[in-house]
């Protein structure tokens, strides 16, 4: 497993739960805000309405092991210049990321990321349950 890779990353975060992003360290940090950010079109510019349906499907997938809401995760994508809003915050566009979000966002793009999320979820929980069942026999 090579630690460097966003994709083997993500994999490993999704196994987690109630993660916070202002607890993360910068990597990861990148890594979910680039995640996030694929959810979003290039051009497309979007209402207020329209960010929230995405972010609210894309916290029920790929971001399930964040202990976030759409509202908050909004913030953080426009604080980290991921999204872009109009004066009136009316209008939310694709803005110009930090340097090592824009890396991460380039790093996963053409990945199936709902797939890798799901599938090592999966993978953990029937780790786990083997785990359970092998202590309750030992007992």
């Keep these: 497993m090579n630690a460097n890779d966003p994709v083997q990353r993500l994999s ?5 739960e109630h993660l916070t992003l202002g607890g993360m360290g910068m990597a990861d940090f990148a890594l979910m805000l680039g995640a996030a950010a694929l959810a979003f079109d290039d051009d497309k510019a979007m209402s207020e309405r329209d960010v929230n349906e995405r972010l609210i499907a894309w916290l029920d997938t790929v971001g399930a092991m964040l202990a976030s ?3 908050e995760l909004r913030r953080w994508l426009v604080d980290n210049g991921v999204l872009a809003r ?3 915050g009316r209008v939310y566009t694709r803005g110009v990321p930090r340097p090592e979000i824009a890396n991460a966002m380039a790093s996963l793009v053409g990945h199936d990321l709902r797939a ?5 979820r999966a993978s953990h929980a029937q780790r786990r349950e083997a785990r359970k069942a ?3 026999q030992a007992r």
């Design 69 to 71: 809401d759409h509202v």
């Design 116 to 120: 890798i999320v799901c599938d090592a």
């Design 86 to 88: 109009d004066g009136y």
């Design 12 to 16: 490993t975060i999704a196994c987690r």
């Design 134 to 136: 092998q202590w309750s």
